[in-house]
């Protein structure tokens, strides 16, 4: 578990925040720019001194301010990727490989040099200086010093803010295969919930230095506070399901969501893989009966839970959908025309091509 209390005062902002994390498991520090992401995990970390603070990972310390109690950076043995990767020039890209794994020589080994660099893909790379490289690489490989500096926590502060969008996709599955194959606890900060979907197991939403909620990122999807922050358009429930079937022709899968079964595209996904998959509201059709003769794949028994105001002029639905909570957005005029109430029974309609580019295989459960 990793637990942190923080308090930190500047002119014009103050941070006030308090969170419980499970370990191992990546947890996303998400909010706007300005919310106060990366001063939390600079104090974290324990480069930044809090007015007052009280972090601890599992059974240590790390700061206590009321106790005194102050474990400096660096024995805290905690891993750090910067936004801008922190490489040394002179050295060649095993130069700097090496250097984390000398810090690490009176520590338990977590992970392994070969695991690192197959599982980050850098053996092509090994001989190269940092200036010979893609920005996508030069963080890739400020990710193999951290790790193989054996951290027991490791911090990442928006790494991919000064990469494009090409080499952020590039990026992305080096860190889905690490919080899969390698059991270090992870904080991650960023302000695109694109990431924070493909990467998170625990959300802690930060909104001007105060933690508005935290908890699973399953849960947090239902939230109007991380709803405020991604906007309309980015609005949708966050579910995992089980691939029962694959067939690899269509480029589709069937997945059991709760006690119903979703068609979603996917390829090259084992049957028996979790998945993750986030339904966005704007995408669900509603019906309060059978429908036939339409291009739509899933339609699903359901019940709706709730019927609110979505506070940009449309209505947001909340359903249950076998045992699974799905969101869906329609107008003021077809909540009239359908009359729709809690406890109402309908059709939950979802495109498999609407659930495009947002599935995600996890870790099976051990």
């Known amino acids: 578990m990793l637990q942190v209390a923080a308090s930190k005062r500047y002119e014009g902002f103050t941070l006030q925040a308090q969170f419980d994390a499970p370990t191992p498991g990546v947890t996303?520090?998400?909010g706007r720019?300005?919310?106060g992401k990366t001063?939390?995990?600079n104090i974290i970390s324990g480069l930044l001194p809090a007015d007052a603070a009280r972090v601890q990972l599992d059974d240590q310390v790390l700061t206590d301010t009321q106790a005194g109690i102050h474990e400096p950076p660096e024995r805290r043995h905690i891993g750090y990727v910067f936004q801008e990767p922190r490489l040394f020039p002179h050295l060649t890209v095993s130069g700097n490989l090496n250097y984390g794994a000398r810090r690490a020589r009176q520590r338990p080994r977590v992970v392994a040099a070969d695991e690192v660099i197959a599982l980050l893909a850098?053996?092509?790379?090994?001989q190269r200086r940092p200036h010979q490289l893609s920005g996508g690489e030069r963080q890739r490989v400020s990710l193999g010093r951290a790790l193989l500096a054996q951290p027991r926590l490791l911090l990442l502060d928006?790494?991919?803010?000064?990469l494009d969008a090409a080499r952020r996709e590039e990026l992305l599955p080096y860190l889905v295969a690490l919080r899969d194959r390698v059991s270090i606890p992870m904080?991650?900060?960023s302000h695109q919930f694109d990431e924070v979907l493909r990467l998170a197991t625990h959300v802690v939403l930060l909104e001007a230095g105060r933690v508005l909620a935290h908890g699973p990122i399953n849960e947090m999807s239902l939230r109007a506070e991380l709803q405020?922050?991604?906007g309309p358009e980015h609005v949708g429930a966050v579910v995992d399901g089980v691939v029962t079937r694959l067939d690899e022709a269509d480029g589709t899968a069937e997945l059991a969501v709760g006690t119903g079964t979703l068609q979603i595209s996917l390829r090259a996904v084992p049957v028996g893989t979790r998945v993750r998959l986030q339904l966005l509201a704007r995408d669900i059709i509603l019906a309060v009966q059978p429908v036939q003769g339409?291009?739509?794949r899933n339609a699903l028994a359901s019940t709706v839970l709730a019927v609110d105001a979505d506070g940009y002029g449309g209505i947001l639905v909340r359903l249950d959908v076998g045992g699974a909570t799905v969101l869906a957005r329609i107008t003021q005029a077809a909540r009239r025309a359908l009359h729709l109430r809690p406890g109402d029974a309908v059709w939950t309609l979802v495109k498999a091509a609407s659930t495009r580019g947002h599935t995600y295989p996890l870790a099976p459960r051990s």
């Open 28 to 30: 996303a520090l998400f």
């Open 33 to 35: 720019s300005g919310s």
């Open 39 to 41: 001063t939390l995990i």
């Open 122 to 126: 850098l053996a092509p790379l090994l």
């Open 158 to 162: 928006e790494p991919f803010a000064s």
């Open 187 to 189: 904080v991650y900060v």
């Open 228 to 230: 405020s922050i991604v």
């Open 294 to 296: 339409l291009s739509v």
